[in-house]
């Protein structure tokens, strides 16, 4: 079955472009670009179906298609514009795979989702995911990699693991086994970073004393993409690059690979047909050769027949193919030699489409437009960089509801509720932020939320209607594991919501993560069946509780504080 979409555009009058301001739109844009653009981007990551944008608060937006929940939010819903993923708000570090992404957060953990096949997740299974997922065993990453259909992190202690395929030697174990759970790459006790390419993976190592260092690479090698100066099937075992010893940033592509060095150079080896190594050639190349006229690079992003450099000036180059408008130039042409992208602070390049951030901390995508992964509202290609839309965490029109202050602590989340369809309030222009949250209402918010997934077995509860408005959520809470009722063949659904079933039918309903740390609250103890979903809210920064040490588990929650509640999981905003 084919992804749905959902086209949401925040209410704006103006055209908005990467300042900020009303701007004409840049050449090669596709169609009106509406709304503000997304601010305060730390990364962006552009995918082969989907991009991700990591913000300085640490939470994480995605956009573009949505098949097997690569996009976070909790359903399979394809989106336009950014959503939030759901539970993430410490993100340290992001990237996007062909078919799943990845973060680290603050703890050290490496979170998830999207396709599991072949075991790319690194949960144990091979199942997908819409919502993030822990990896098993790592509590001290400092980076992720996220490939076409394997992934690997670097470890605070210098090493690195590797999950998902190995069918080419691209897990670095010395086999050819698939991994479900990260195994370690075969001896890398400096790693300083690490990116995944297609089926081929490289690491960056220690050096001198404040200067670059040796590359390593392993898995595939028919084009040469692992440099080290002949071609071969593979290598299950890291390699060392010919010649490379200064090296501060490495990217893997497709089928060719490229590296910044300590004196602001890159160079680039592996498959060449679309001029994608930079030299002025379409020779390809089994070692590293230098890309014609960059002297002031601090980091380098490979696509799958492209590449990018971002440079010291507040610019970027890309240089490749171009047949879609991912070099950013105005056009489609190709070009074997870098060619300039001003107003770029970071960028990234994968398949057809290249994104960075941008000069004012926002994001900006070009290229190939398809699946609506330049996140600009439209299935557009661009020639040139358009805003990426903030989406509806962070700009959703005004509500309508009399009962709501524009002041006041909950206002910005119902607004998102209501811009997302989980309600509509108890009456027209009347949300009732005081009345207490159902058991009813409950399982309708969250089915809502996870896009009201249907084709699910009767629930079985004599208390629940199957004519009720709620009869349909109330089955999907019972078939996703979110709740057995309160007494066998028992929902009570008029039952109002406390704090502490609150956090465990969020905590259920975003894979029951374990949090790093325990709470601290004095009214919550070790043995109560809520314990693990409070320390997880806490440590996601859904709630901190009441008061300084007291969350109070049996008090009601109402329905401001029910929005707030969602809000935050569904945005990571805390």
């Known amino acids: 079955m084919g992804p749905r979409w959902r086209v949401v555009v925040p209410v704006c009058s103006l055209l908005v472009g990467l ?21 305060g981007v730390a990364e962006v990551q552009a995918g082969s179906f989907h991009s991700c944008a990591r913000l300085t608060d640490g939470s994480v937006r995605c956009w573009g298609n949505n098949t097997d929940g690569r ?30 992404s990845c973060v680290v957060v603050s703890t050290g953990r490496v979170l998830c989702w999207g396709s599991g096949g072949t075991g790319r997740l690194g949960n144990g299974t091979s199942d997908s995911s819409s919502v993030p997922t822990q990896v098993t065993g790592i509590t001290n990453a400092t980076s992720v990699s996220a490939g076409s259909s394997h992934t690997c992190a670097r470890l605070a202690t210098g090493t690195v693991r590797c999950w998902g395929a190995n069918d080419i030697g691209q897990l670095g174990d010395g086999t050819i086994a698939n991994a479900l759970t990260p195994t370690p790459v075969s001896g890398l006790t400096t790693a300083l970073g690490v990116s995944t390419g297609g089926a081929h993976t490289c690491a960056r190592l220690e050096g001198a004393l404040f200067g670059g260092g040796p590359v390593k690479c392993w898995g595939k090698n028919d084009q040469g993409q692992l440099g080290v100066g002949t071609t071969y099937a593979f290598s ?17 592509g497709r089928d060719h690979t490229c590296a910044a060095a300590d004196d602001n150079t890159v160079s680039c080896w592996g498959l060449n047909d679309q001029g994608q190594l930079g030299n002025g050639t379409s020779t390809s190349a089994s070692s590293p050769v230098s890309v014609t006229g960059l002297a002031t690079a601090t980091g380098v992003s490979v696509g799958n027949v492209h590449s990018c450099a971002t440079l010291n000036s507040l ?36 398949d057809f489409t290249t994104c960075s951030v941008t000069a004012t901390a926002e994001a900006a995508c070009w290229g190939s437009g398809s699946f609506g992964k330049l996140g600009n509202g439209t299935t557009a290609n661009a ?43 108890t009456a027209p222009g009347v949300y009732s932020p005081n009345l207490p949250v159902s058991r009813a209402q409950m399982a309708v918010f969250l089915w809502r939320a996870a896009g009201q997934p249907t084709g699910n077995p009767p629930h079985g509860f004599g208390d629940v209607s199957t004519a009720s408005y709620y009869n349909d959520a109330v089955e999907w809470l019972l078939n996703a594991g979110i709740t057995s009722g309160t007494a ?22 975003t894979g029951l993560l374990a949090a790093a740390n325990t709470h601290s609250f004095g009214d919550v103890s070790t043995s109560a069946y809520y314990h693990g979903a409070v320390s997880w809210l806490v440590e996601v920064g859904i709630t901190s509780g009441t008061g300084p040490g007291v969350y109070s588990p049996n008090q009601a929650v109402t329905r401001a504080q029910m929005a707030v509640f969602l809000n935050r999981r569904g945005c990571g905003t805390t």
């Open 19 to 39: 300042s900020g301001v009303a701007v004409a739109l840049p050449a090669g844009a596709s169609g009106p670009i509406a709304g503000p653009a997304l601010a």
């Open 71 to 100: 996009l976070g939010d909790g359903t399979e819903d394809s989106s336009l514009v950014p959503v939030g993923v759901v539970g993430v708000s410490h993100a340290t570090s992001l990237s996007v795979g062909l078919t799943h």
């Open 236 to 252: 299950a075992t890291p390699v060392s690059v010919s010649g490379l010893t200064n090296a501060v940033g490495v990217s893997g």
């Open 315 to 350: 610019s970027a180059a890309c240089w490749g193919s171009g047949g879609v408008g991912q070099l950013g130039q105005g056009n489609n042409n190709p070009s074997q030699t870098p060619v300039i992208v001003p107003g770029m602070t970071n960028v990234d390049a994968t």
């Open 383 to 425: 020639t040139s960089p358009v805003p990426v839309q903030a989406g509806l965490c962070q700009a959703s029109p005004d509500p309508g509801m009399g009962d709501v202050p524009g002041a006041s602590y909950y206002a910005a989340a119902v607004a998102w509720l209501v811009a997302k369809g989980i309600t509509s309030g």
């Open 488 to 509: 066998p063949g028992v929902y009570s659904p008029n039952q109002a919501v406390t704090r502490a079933q609150m956090a465990v039918f969020l905590h259920r309903a």
